[in-house]
């Protein structure tokens, strides 16, 4: 006798076993053999070890086409069950199928909707940090935590962890109600946002109360070793230069991260830099580093947002010439 026990994590597990458990009953009529049973996100395989092999390889071409494709008609499932000839029905693809990203609760898609997000959703494969920059409702942070999310279904890594600079951006943090945490937790509102997009509720409050995700703002961060972690750096653009080095060196072994700023929203005080200008710039050519630059053609929200973003970026084009200018003015006066 032979166990098996296959994840189904990353699919819709509604998609999986059927409305009513319709698929789940054409499995077991395929392998009347095996004792099959349902556990949650799980299909535990009972039999003799060929059987058992046999439904296991079909179960993750069943699996591998829901990953692609999101959604997969009882007849197909029934085929790829089939017979041999019958499993090539796997590469039938939707166009669309590589843009998924994760499965939210209730069956919701979570898909890279743009070119560049596509672009951040590749890199992710590929390298173990990614700066993706660009202007508000690019979908930056969004597609970052997404793909957080899928390596912890993936079982690619073991937590998640989401930090952000606690900047004022114009209000001051001791006017706000309520102890530290509840003083910070308003800044970090888009991160839990994203997650309570992808994670139904009872299984992010277990991960949020074992810290298999973890919150934080980014000076929490200061002396630790994020090893086999998933790190996003969200609002980079707010961190001065040693809080992104500090940060950065963070990063352990068997981890990735994602650092998603905005260089025309800066909320640090005149006197700083923000240490995003000079990361981007210096870590350029560095094998295993991916770069990303997002911009209006990215923007997900609102379709005045774009208009938004072209206004602000010629009135900052029309400042700038008007300063080099005055420049170039006050230079031929002195001279």
């Known amino acids: 006798m032979t166990e098996a026990i296959i994840n189904l994590e990353t699919v819709n597990p509604i998609e999986f076993f059927g409305i009513n458990n319709s698929k ?10 095996l004792k099959i049973l349902s556990r949650g996100s799980q299909v535990k395989l ?13 179960i993750g071409q069943v699996i591998k086409y829901l990953e692609r494709n999101g959604h997969l008609s009882e007849n197909y499932f029934a085929q790829i069950l089939g017979d041999e000839e019958q499993s090539d029905i796997v590469t039938l693809e939707d166009p669309n199928s590589n843009d998924i990203l994760v499965f939210g609760p209730n069956g919701r898609v ?4 743009t070119q560049n997000q596509k ?10 940090i990614i700066f993706a920059v660009g202007p508000a409702g690019t979908g930056k942070t969004y597609t970052a935590v997404a793909l957080a999310v899928r390596a912890l279904k993936n079982k690619a890594v073991r937590k998640i962890i989401l930090t952000r600079p606690a900047v004022e951006a114009g ?8 102890d530290l945490k509840e003083k910070i937790d308003p800044y970090l509102r888009p991160l839990y946002d994203a ?15 074992n810290r298999i995700i973890e919150i934080a703002p980014l000076a929490y961060m200061r002396g630790r070793t994020l090893d086999n ?7 980079a653009q707010n961190s001065t230069d040693l809080q992104l080095k500090m940060f950065l060196t963070r990063i352990g072994a068997s981890a990735k991260a994602i650092i998603t700023g905005d260089l025309t929203q800066i909320d640090l005080p005149k006197n700083q830099k923000s240490g995003l200008y000079k990361a981007t710039r210096i870590l350029k050519n560095i094998d295993g580093i991916a770069h990303i630059q997002l911009d209006e053609a990215d923007v997900v929200r609102h379709r005045l947002v774009k208009q938004i973003i072209r206004a602000y970026d010629k009135e900052q084009e029309r400042e700038e010439q008007y300063e080099e200018e005055k420049k170039k003015e006050r230079q031929a006066n002195q001279a």
């Open 24 to 33: 789940f009953d054409i499995l077991k009529r395929k392998f009347p053999l």
């Open 229 to 235: 972690s998933f790190i996003i750096l969200d609002e």
């Open 119 to 128: 672009l951040m959703a590749t890199a992710s494969e590929k390298n173990d």
């Open 195 to 209: 997650l309570d997009d992808m994670i139904p509720s009872d299984k992010l409050n277990y991960y949020m109360t």
């Open 46 to 58: 009972s039999g003799q070890a060929d059987e058992v092999a046999s439904a296991q390889t079909k």
């Open 110 to 113: 979570i898909r890279a909707k």
């Open 171 to 178: 209000e001051s943090l001791g006017f706000l109600p309520g």
